[in-house]
């Protein structure tokens, strides 16, 4: 299911550390209830070319940026 977008091979699933494990933080988070505004982030690399490929958790974004759904204005 998870292919290289570059050559189409086989993708190892990983995490990249640098030395804490990278996460995302979004410029427009609002720290309501969650504990962190941070975005895990999990890696995958490609067998044959080496390929990185940087997937973060669109839940946990959906979360922190928009809030009630519906009401989605940027900004302020
Ligand atoms: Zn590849």
Same mark, same amino acid.
């Given at each position: 299911?998870?292919?290289?977008?570059?050559?189409?091979?086989?993708?190892?699933?990983?995490?990249?550390?640098?030395? +804490?494990?990278?996460?995302?933080?979004?410029?427009?988070?609002?720290?309501?209830?969650?504990? &962190? !505004? /941070? +975005?895990?982030?999990?890696?995958?690399?490609?067998?044959?070319?080496?390929?990185?490929?940087? &997937? !973060? /958790? +669109?839940?946990?974004?959906?979360?922190?940026?928009?809030?009630?759904?519906?009401?989605?204005?940027? !900004?302020?």
């Amino acid at each position: 299911m998870d292919k290289c977008s570059r050559c189409g091979a086989e993708m190892t699933p990983g995490a990249l550390y640098s030395p +804490v494990r990278l996460s995302f933080r979004p410029q427009d988070a609002k720290f309501m209830t969650l504990s &962190t !505004g /941070d +975005v895990l982030t999990k890696a995958m690399m490609c067998r044959q070319c080496g390929h990185i490929e940087i &997937t !973060g /958790d +669109v839940n946990k974004l959906r979360r922190l940026t928009s809030g009630p759904e519906g009401e989605g204005r940027p !900004g302020e």
